[in-house]
């Protein structure tokens, strides 16, 4: 058969970086998108750059508050706004521009049989089809959704104006990551969500750790708690949970996860399962040469997994036998106010539920003075090791732990042991040096 394409990506979102490196290998290569000016997908118009942003800036108040600061700040969003569309516009030229020798087309790409993609009344022919189409909000039943008082990460970070009061149902990095920024921001915040504890699959006293955070910015904790109405009234959203309980808040986040983007799949031959896509270990559908890549395969919900799956598939295709794509290396992380939480490889849970014999070292950080000037009195670093004394992972609770995660990876990626870890000399004062302090204990 003669394809029209080599290759053919399904989705603009991390799928773009694929595309670049397929275009460069010689690949004839054509990408869809439905909204071109969409181009980078969710995590830069409307996820993680946006919110990383508000949170850099809401941290700003955070610190402004100290004792030995005169006065108060507050945030004027529209401008918070007008620099966020700068940078965004900026960061999708960039994307495009790299983009220059893939063929963009703009529309819903669908896939309808094997190597048969329809797009605006066409259909298109390619060697090999990616699909990286994503994933959307979920909204629970009994929860009506307008998109102006009860909301989800698409519309909260449009706004204008900062509510009086919100609420947030959810305990995932979307819940925890708007906490912070409302409550840093001086906005009167409930959190819902259905549990105990937060962080319940990080190590306990993590978990521990995050409450009483969220307790002392400002957050009220409203655990084990499942909402079952909530609905806008004229002023406000009434919500309802399972205990009898009644709330009023002018607005309602709900960030009860998120579900995979299936709907560009229309044949048979590409199975979905209850998570999303189904692939194997090389993100190939059950369909030979076509592939799913990120959200939509359900199998971990992050932009950095998903450009690195989506750059694996493409360095098989082009011959280059890369490594196989391990996500124990992946860093996964919350970003929240004043310490965040972050972890690769095992973690305490996942030694546990496996049974492994494991060595743990555990730092906690309070009242050591660099803890302490930043505010992060709960904080905690933990690094696990196995019986042969290599590192298999870590999880810590500090400001910018995703950088301090980004440690811990290279030594899994290197196979690093203890004692070649105990070697490193990290400067003083840092949060690196306190994990050379944890790599000292185990």
Wanted: glycine residues 10%; contains cysteine.
């Amino acid at each position: 058969m003669d394809y029209e394409y080599d290759i053919c990506f399904i989705g603009g979102g991390l799928n773009y970086a694929g595309a670049v490196v397929a275009s460069r290998g010689g690949m004839k290569t054509v990408l869809i998108e439905k909204d071109l000016s969409h181009l980078g997908g969710t995590c830069l118009h409307n996820g993680c750059i946006p919110s990383k942003m508000w949170l850099h800036a809401s941290e700003t108040l955070w610190r402004s508050a100290a004792a030995y600061c005169k006065g108060s700040l507050r945030l004027d969003m529209k401008k918070l706004q007008e620099e966020k569309k700068e940078i965004v516009a900026n960061a999708t030229q960039n994307v495009t521009m790299q983009c220059g020798r893939v063929e963009l087309i703009e529309g819903e790409g669908v896939l309808t049989a094997p190597h048969r993609v329809e797009v605006a009344g066409k259909t298109l022919t390619a060697r090999y089809v990616v699909i990286g189409t994503g994933s959307s909000p979920y909204i629970p039943e009994g929860v009506v959704y307008d998109g102006k008082r009860v909301v989800t990460s698409d519309e909260i970070l449009q706004l204008q104006k900062l509510p009086e009061k919100i609420a947030i149902y959810g305990d995932g990095a979307i819940g925890l990551e708007m906490a912070s920024f409302f409550a840093a921001a001086g906005v009167e915040t409930d959190l819902i969500w259905r549990h105990a504890t937060l962080l319940r699959k990080a190590h306990p006293s993590m978990g521990r750790g995050m409450m009483k955070q969220m307790e002392r910015i400002g957050v009220g904790l409203l655990p084990e708690r499942r909402i079952v109405s909530a609905e806008r009234s004229k002023y406000a959203v009434r919500i309802v949970d399972d205990k009898g309980g009644e709330y009023e808040a002018p607005m309602l986040l709900v960030a009860t996860g998120r579900r995979a983007n299936v709907g560009a799949v229309r044949t048979d031959a590409v199975a979905i399962g209850p998570r999303g896509i189904e692939t194997d270990e090389h993100f190939e559908t059950t369909l030979p040469d076509h592939y799913a890549i990120g959200d939509c395969n359900g199998k971990l919900q992050l932009a950095h997994a998903a450009r690195a799956q989506v750059l694996h598939v493409v360095r098989r295709i082009l011959g280059e036998d890369p490594d196989p794509f391990d996500p124990d290396r992946v860093v996964r992380f919350i970003h929240t106010l004043p310490a965040g939480y972050a972890s690769v490889g095992k973690t305490k849970i996942s030694l546990e539920s496996e049974r492994s014999a494991y060595k743990e070292s555990l730092l906690p950080l309070g009242g050591l003075p660099y803890a302490k000037i930043h505010d992060a009195p709960e904080g905690k670093i933990a690094v696990y090791s196995d019986e042969e004394g290599f590192i298999v992972g870590a999880e810590i609770l500090a400001p910018d732990a995703e950088e301090l995660a980004a440690i811990v990876a290279m030594a899994l990626a290197g196979e690093m042991d203890v004692s070649l870890a105990k070697r490193t000399v990290m400067a003083h004062p840092t949060f690196s040096e306190l994990l050379e302090r944890t790599y000292g204990k185990l």
